[in-house]
């Protein structure tokens, strides 16, 4: 990875869940680890050219990305 | 306009995503500073999927193999030549390295592969030799041998872009394995070029996001294919500077060098904008892959 910066933790759905953001290739991607079972998520800003939204990278789990997005994005609007 | 994860995106936005789910996946596969078209080695290209509008980020061998060829030791001699002992002549090398975008569909080697299989080579930089003829001292007229300077061309607002390619499938006869091969398409220099590589005037065929995503996925025919062939990059858009002439075994051949003897590249709106576009320091771990042409 080109970059590793702190570990945040947040809380979605009442699973604790760890967000690292990493630089990969010279771009921001949000990696997801939850304390349940569930895999890994990586999380990336894309835009259909009007608005920008969350996906998640690879594809397949869309709803996960734009709920969890929101929060990073709260989180990261807090801290500044 | 494309879909991904069911959300429509832009087509940049498309391949970008795409192209970071095969990185994330593939890391560490990129991490080559200088790759030397001349040891024909991998590199990596974005592969369509048949059938669809994805496409795997593999490694293909750099030097198009043609599908005659029935050895990977006649593939070998086609490309260092030398005497072949089938008809006790002398044969002259063969580099396919290259595919010239004007000859390409007139090409038997690469004509099908035009057609049929197109890819893009990605790239952060690439090299080539401007030719210097000095100076003779006592009667001031250019020397017959020039001096060869390497450079080291980038698109500074760009960490990865896209270089059209086409490749072929080839099957060695003698043990049945198949092997991915590419050559990447050249175009006439844009007037960058034209100063860095005075001697053949000529650059590889860059595409922007939207004519990338054509060039692999398109239906395209003959005329749209020659066109986009012929796409010359904005030369105000690239930035080229003088490397060490040992750079190939340097421990970091991006290294500007400046030598006091090189006249300045005679562009004026691209030098100003030269001092606006520095390239970035480059880290040790820094994941680059340049072209090394011949």
């Not at chain 2, 391949?15 to 030397?36: M, P, S, V």
């Not at chain 2, 669809?52 to 193999?65: R, Y």
């Not at chain 2, 020397?143 to 607002?157: D, F, M, N, S």
């Not at chain 2, 006439?188 to 860059?206: F, Q």
């Amino acid at each position: 990875m080109d970059n590793q910066n702190e570990i945040f933790e947040l809380d979605y759905h009442a699973v604790k869940i760890k967000v690292q953001e990493i630089l990969i290739a010279n771009q921001t991607v949000f990696r997801v680890a939850f304390s349940d079972n569930r895999k890994p998520l990586a999380l990336v800003r894309t835009t259909n050219g009007t608005s920008h939204f969350w996906t998640s990278v690879p594809e397949g789990r869309q709803r996960e990305a734009e709920e969890i997005g929101d929060l990073v994005a709260n989180y990261i609007k807090t801290k500044q | 306009m494309c879909y991904y994860n069911g959300q429509k995106v832009t087509r940049a936005e498309y391949i970008r995503l795409k192209q970071l789910e095969k990185t994330i996946a593939n890391y560490g596969f990129l991490d080559k500073q200088l790759i030397d078209g001349f040891d024909y080695g991998n590199s990596a290209v974005l592969k369509p999927l048949a059938g669809k509008e994805d496409f795997e980020l593999v490694e293909m061998e750099w030097g198009f193999i043609p599908s005659w060829l029935k050895s990977y030791d006649e593939a070998t001699h086609m490309r260092r030549g030398g005497m072949n002992p089938a008809t006790g002549k002398f044969d002259t090398p063969l580099t396919t390295l290259n595919a010239i975008g004007e000859e390409m569909l007139e090409k038997k080697m690469y004509q099908k592969s035009a057609r049929e299989k197109r890819c893009l080579v990605l790239s952060s930089g690439f090299y080539e030799w401007r030719h210097i003829f000095p100076l003779n001292k006592k009667t001031g007229q250019p020397l017959k041998t020039a001096v060869k300077y390497p450079y080291y061309i980038t698109l500074p607002e760009k960490e990865y872009f896209y270089m059209a390619g086409i490749y072929n499938t080839w099957t060695d006869k003698t043990t049945g394995e198949s092997l991915d091969s590419f050559a990447i398409v050249t175009t006439k220099a844009n007037p960058l070029m034209e100063e860095v590589h005075n001697a053949k005037k000529r650059m590889p065929t860059i595409l922007n996001e939207e004519l990338a995503y054509e060039w692999m996925f398109g239906k395209l025919d003959d005329k749209r294919i020659t066109e986009l062939a012929f796409t010359q990059y904005p030369y105000e858009k690239m930035y080229a500077y003088s490397l060490s002439k040992d750079f190939k075994s340097a421990l970091n051949p991006l290294e500007r060098v400046d030598y006091s003897e090189l006249p300045p590249i005679n562009l004026p709106r691209y030098i100003e904008e030269a001092a606006l576009l520095k390239p970035n320091p480059i880290e040790k771990d820094d994941l680059r892959q340049g072209n090394l042409f011949g």
